[in-house]
């Protein structure tokens, strides 16, 4: 076993703590990483507060990892001491169900086994990325091209994939006219991924605050929604709606933004149940879906293409003992556009 520095949720309500944690020894497929940079995601706070569901404590969250690999199991080939890797929101799934046969490892019908707070194949509680080191089954780990920097490559295993993913399954590209709704960690990784696809982008943001960042990240239009006349306007005018906002919105105001057979994609997650009307959808055949992450293969695809377009996340790298000021600024939407704590700092 090998003993790391990291910091913890003691419980629902108390500020992150320097601790130290377990890593387990080295099966034959698994790799050990020295974690150079973790970002924080707003799932981490979430998870931190037992707001999805009750967490058990102590918790070490962080599941947008970047490092370096200090060491391999025997039968691993993929990866040799000194790669650059990361590792996302799972470390493993069941690998035999039909999900997890198609690449689609973050359907997987038993469920897979997340990052943090669920329970590895060893039995043991999952302990995320905000530490020195994780230990992580090859097949579940990334390689970070050279083009990126590790620490503008960390919010991409989350964040980027997140938005990538339903990106590619919708067809955003030339000729595609895509709206992001919110410009935070994850609408400014969508805004650059879209773009960088060819898609033409407008950014759906509550003011017009953030509309110079927007423009500079790749949006050819901005536009704020706490305008009425933004609704009349782009009636209509969508082909793809990717919603990033987890706090409740009047989902039919913005289904009536999309054109025939558009698409409006929720990658945000509210915790109360949304309603949308039949007659938002019904009159232009609309649909009104849902995305999770991504498939180990699709990550892997969405790094080399940022890494071939030169995309990183916007950072401000902090200290580990920034961690709690910092999850405030994140629920003050306070960030451009995502931290990133330096693992050294553990
Ligand atoms: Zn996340
Ligand atoms: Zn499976």
């Not at 669920?118 to 089954?137: C, F, L, M």
């Not at 991924?193 to 423009?215: N, P, W």
């Not at 409006?264 to 938002?280: D, K, R, Y």
Request: aromatic share 6%; charged share 20%; net charge negative.
């Amino acid at each position: 076993m090998l003993t790391v520095n990291a910091y913890a949720a003691p419980s629902a309500t108390e500020p992150l703590v320097p601790t130290t944690i377990e890593r387990r020894d080295l099966g034959p497929h698994d790799v050990l990483i020295d974690i150079r940079f973790s970002g924080i995601c707003h799932s981490d706070i979430h998870t931190a507060r037992s707001e999805w569901g009750p967490t058990t404590y102590p918790i070490v969250v962080g599941h947008e990892i970047a490092g370096v690999v200090r060491e391999v199991g025997p039968e691993v080939t993929k990866f040799a001491v000194g790669d650059r890797v990361g590792v996302g929101c799972m470390v493993d799934s069941c690998r035999e169900c039909d999900n997890c046969r198609k690449g689609l490892e973050q359907y997987c019908l038993k469920g897979n086994i997340g990052t943090y707070g669920a329970v590895g194949r060893d039995g043991q509680p999952t302990q995320g990325g905000y530490s020195q080191a994780i230990v992580v089954v090859d097949d579940f780990v990334l390689r970070i091209p050279d083009g990126i920097e590790l620490d503008a490559a960390a919010p991409l295993l989350c964040a980027g994939i997140t938005t990538y993913s339903p990106l590619r399954h919708w067809n955003a590209g030339p000729g595609k006219r895509v709206a992001v709704v919110g410009m935070g960690g994850l609408g400014h990784m969508a805004v650059k991924l879209a773009h960088a696809m060819g898609a033409e982008v407008t950014v759906l943001s509550q003011s017009l605050k953030k509309q110079e960042d927007g423009l500079r990240l790749g949006a050819d239009h901005y536009f704020a929604t706490s305008d009425e006349e933004t609704f009349t306007r782009l009636a209509g005018s969508f082909d793809l709606i990717v919603n990033t906002v987890s706090a409740k919105i009047d989902l039919d105001a913005y289904l009536r933004l999309l054109a025939v057979d558009g698409t409006l994609v929720n990658v945000g997650a509210p915790e109360e149940p949304l309603s949308v009307a039949a007659f938002s959808l019904i009159p232009a055949r609309r649909s009104f879906a849902g995305s999770m992450i991504g498939g180990i293969a699709e990550t892997q695809e969405m790094l080399d293409f940022c890494a071939e377009k030169g995309i990183g996340a916007e950072i401000e790298v902090i200290g580990a003992e920034k961690i709690n000021e910092a999850y405030e600024r994140v629920l003050a939407s306070d960030v451009r556009y995502r931290f990133v704590i330096d693992a050294s700092t553990f």
